[in-house]
T-cell receptor, first 114, second 111 residues
Framework: NAGVTQTPKFRVLKTGQSMTLLCAQD?????MYWYRQDPGMGLRLIHY???????AKGEVPDGYNVSRLKKQNFLLGLESAAPSQTSVYFC?????????????FGDGTRLSIL | QKEVEQDPGPLSVPEGAIVSLNCTYS??????FMWYRQYSRKGPELLMY????GNKEDGRFTAQVDKSSKYISLFIRDSQPSDSATYLC???????????FGQGTRLTINP
C-alpha cells in the first residue's frame, strides 16, 4: 500500500527555471494539499484541492500553480523558480466525510534553487 | 501573531523522562486538535487526535486540551530514544477543510 508518493525526492534548480512536482495517492481521497516546510516555520499551506478539477489558495500561494486533473494526482508547478522557494515540499491527502480524518503525508521533495 | 504558537525547541531530555510539549492558539473556533510526529527526512504522521476539551491517552502518550486557556499539551511518559522526532500540533474548526500547524518542536531523547 503506497499511500502518498511524491516525485522527485530531490531536485536542484537554477533561478528562473521551471519544474513540476507530482503527488499521487492511492487511497481514493477527495482532499489533497501542498505544503512547504522551512526551519522554524512549521508547515505552511500553499494550495489545496477538495476534489478533481478544483483548487484553492492556501497561506503562501504566490509563485506556485497547481492542477488536479485526476482525483489521484495533484501537481505543484513553479513557473520561474526563485531562491526563496528553496524548501522541503510535502503533499498530503485526506478523506472528506469525517472531521477527525487525518492527513496522510508523503515523504517530501527537497528542492534547492541556486 | 500566528494563529498557533509552538516552541520550536530544540528539547533534549534523558531516556525515561516525562516530556511535555505545548501549543497555544488564538482562534476560539478550533475544535479538532491533533499531534503529528515527524521523523527525520520523513513526512508527518498522526500521533494523537482530540475533539474539544479533555484528555486522551494512548499508551505512553497523553493529549490534553484546555479550550478555556486556548492551550494544548502532549505528554510522553517513559520517553525512549525512538521518540526522538519533531512534534507538530495542528488544529481546525468545525467544517474547515484546512489544518493550521504549529512550528513544530524538535525533541531528542538521550540514551
Amino acid at each position: 500500500n503506497a499511500g502518498v508518493t511524491q516525485t522527485p525526492k530531490f531536485r536542484v534548480l537554477k533561478t528562473g527555471q521551471s519544474m513540476t512536482l507530482l503527488c499521487a495517492q492511492d487511497m481514493n481521497h477527495e482532499y489533497m494539499y501542498w505544503y512547504r516546510q522551512d526551519p522554524g516555520m512549521g508547515l505552511r499551506l500553499i494550495h489545496y484541492s477538495v476534489g478533481e478539477g478544483t483548487t484553492a489558495k492556501g497561506e503562501v500561494p504566490d509563485g506556485y500553480n497547481v492542477s488536479r486533473l485526476k482525483k489521484q494526482n495533484f501537481l505543484l508547478g513553479l513557473e520561474s523558480a526563485a531562491p526563496s522557494q528553496t524548501s522541503v515540499y510535502f503533499c498530503a491527502s485526506s478523506r472528506w466525510d469525517r472531521e477527525d480524518q487525518p492527513q496522510h503525508f508523503g515523504d517530501g521533495t527537497r528542492l534547492s534553487i541556486l | 501573531q500566528k494563529e498557533v504558537e509552538q516552541d520550536p525547541g530544540p528539547l533534549s531530555v534523558p531516556e525515561g523522562a516525562i516530556v511535555s510539549l505545548n501549543c497555544t492558539y488564538s482562534n476560539s473556533a478550533f475544535q479538532y486538535f491533533m499531534w503529528y510526529r515527524q521523523y527525520s527526512r520523513k513526512g508527518p504522521e498522526l500521533l494523537m487526535y482530540t475533539y474539544s476539551s479533555g484528555n486522551k491517552e494512548d499508551g505512553r502518550f497523553t493529549a490534553q486540551v484546555d479550550k478555556s486557556s486556548k492551550y494544548i499539551s502532549l505528554f510522553i511518559r517513559d520517553s525512549q530514544p525512538s521518540d526522538s522526532a519533531t512534534y507538530l500540533c495542528a488544529m481546525k474548526g468545525q467544517g474547515a477543510q484546512k489544518l493550521v500547524f504549529g512550528q513544530g518542536t524538535r525533541l531528542t531523547i538521550n540514551p
